[in-house]
């Protein structure tokens, strides 16, 4: 079975941009969550879909934005890039409910905001 | 604010040699998972503990749950250069309603 996919693996935008970022479930998995990784702050959780709903929310602003398409991949949007907003972002899916089973992570997209 | 926090925050052994990293965290738990990464890629699941469970075991690694004291920790026996990684813990509350919440994680550097 193929892993968790993410594209791209490297980004390079400027302030006030836009940039989507996308992933693709392991086969099966309707569970998707994404997480923030930076050297400051560490990993912090974004959002949780399952079967096109967001089923919860971490504390970002309302630049941050995600959905989920019915064949369970997942994109991510961040508005009005911030320098702040540089960071490694993974995205995860799980079989089951996350918080209560493995979950697998993808590479991970690298975003560089200058 | 972080959950769960790793101690130490690095660790540098010689290979063969065992190693110990703690967590402890400060809400009630439903459940706490370790994970690996390995040069700021995609973290991998390494074992999840439940909260009425006390010991855990997968290959050479060996998990313990203290909910008395909030704290976990992770055995790596005979340790290899690849086990050479970061690791985190990461708990669950309740419902889940916050995810994953990890610890800033602990660097261990396996030497040949």
């Known amino acids: 079975k193929a892993g968790v996919t993410q594209t791209p693996r490297y980004l390079i935008k400027t302030r006030g941009q836009q940039v989507t970022l996308s992933c693709s479930p392991i086969?099966?998995?309707?569970?998707v969550s994404w997480y923030q990784q930076t050297p400051g702050q560490g990993l912090q959780f974004l959002f949780e879909?399952?079967?096109?709903?967001?089923?919860n929310k971490g504390n970002f602003p309302g630049r941050f934005s995600g959905r989920q398409f019915s064949n369970s991949r997942s994109e991510m949007n961040v508005s009005t890039l911030e320098l702040g907003d540089s960071a490694l972002y993974l995205c995860?899916?799980?079989?089951?409910?996350?918080?209560?089973?493995?979950?697998?992570f993808g590479p991970g997209t690298r975003l560089t905001v200058l | 604010s972080q959950q769960g926090e790793e101690d130490p925050q690095a660790l540098s052994i010689q290979e063969g040699e065992n190693a110990t990293m703690n967590c402890s965290y400060k809400?009630?738990?439903?459940?706490l998972q370790w994970y690996r990464q390995n040069s700021g890629r995609g973290l991998v699941h390494l074992i999840l503990?439940?909260?009425?469970?006390r010991e855990k075991h997968s290959g050479r690694l060996r998990v313990t749950l203290d909910t008395s004291k909030k704290s976990s920790s992770l055995l790596i026996t005979a340790s290899r250069a690849a086990d050479t990684a970061s690791y985190f813990c990461?708990?669950?509350?309740?419902?889940?309603?916050?995810?994953?919440?990890f610890g800033k994680g602990t660097h261990l550097i396996i030497q040949p």
């Open positions: 503990i439940r909260s009425n469970e």
């Open positions: 879909y399952f079967s096109e709903t967001q089923r």
């Open positions: 086969s099966g998995h309707r569970s």
């Open positions: 990461a708990t669950v509350v309740g419902g889940g309603a916050d995810g994953l919440t």
């Open positions: 995860a899916s799980s079989l089951g409910q996350p918080s209560y089973n493995e979950q697998f």
């Open positions: 809400t009630s738990i439903n459940n």
